[in-house]
């Protein structure tokens, strides 16, 4: 539930801040993976069923919600006149380059695509070829107004805001087609938004602690003793690493750049196999994790449960067009 989202959070610079900023990220790739329909009342479900067990969407479940979404707002546009395009699922490597993990340890993937620079050069060219955006801006200043008006809700829409565990806040507009669909789906936004943003923000509740634990500087030092022999080059940590293969990319041609990319990949994730930073990084999610996540256990269940609801949704729809 990305749109219009904006949020404000406390700043951290040096070292020590980029060292947790990638094991946030780490973290999150370690534990996981909108009135236009017929018949929508915006009343008739909550959103938190079905009952039974509670679990996380798989990638491909997520992908079949995301896309009965972009059709219900595409339904909903077109009844209010204009046209709306649905934006094309994103593969599972692309999804992957998007991925950032404080150490790449996928071998083959490394060997095949570095850290994933061409896929994401391809995703923006292909934004950029976005039919929505030209349509929109042939539009005549009125009209773009009522278009955007019609998408999110325009500048009077109701902003959903929740505050993170972290102290950090995060609001979204919530209006027009994109919530009528979102409502379809999911049921009541407002629960969902607080519940899923607070479930998916936990990591950063306990950060601080584990990077500080012993046992993952000691094995942040093996995996840089480890990368030293395989480059001949000194890298503290994988942020490091990153930062040198940025700037020595931007002395070479695309062709030398991607090499060298791929180069220092698979030696980042190799390492990272051959020591136990990977490992280390499991154990201390679950130890200082576990204790947080149990704390917000209603927004957890709250979250799938509604997630899993907007699936039996999604595949029920007919997305015929």
Known sequence: MGTGETGAGPRRHGPAA?????????????AGPTGCAPGSTGSQHTGTEPSGPVRELTRAEQDRVDLAEQHLIQTCMERKGFRYWVAPRVDADTAHAFTYRFVQDDVGWAREHGYGE????SFFKAKQ???????????????????????????????????LPTGASVRSQDGGCVHSARRQLYGDTEVFFHADKVATNLVPVYTPRL???????????????????????AYADPAALHDDLNERSARLDAADAHRLEVALAVAEATCARRTSLTTTLRELDRHY?????????????????????????????????
């Open 211 to 233: 990077v500080r634990d012993p046992r993952f500087t000691k094995a942040v030092k093996a995996w840089s003793a480890c990368v030293r022999k395989a480059t001949g080059r």
């Open 18 to 30: 980029v060292t947790a900023a990638m094991v946030l990220t780490a973290m999150a790739a370690l």
């Open 129 to 163: 070829r976005d039919p929505n955006i030209p349509y929109r801006n042939r539009l005549s200043p009125a009209e773009r107004q009522r278009y955007l008006a019609t998408l999110t809700g325009g500048p009077h829409a109701r902003m959903l805001s929740v505050r």
């Open 118 to 121: 061409r896929l994401r050069q």
């Open 289 to 321: 994790g576990d204790p947080v996540r149990e704390r917000y256990a209603q927004e957890i269940s709250t979250s799938s449960r509604m997630r899993l609801a907007a699936l039996r949704r999604a595949d029920g729809m007919d997305h015929r067009h």
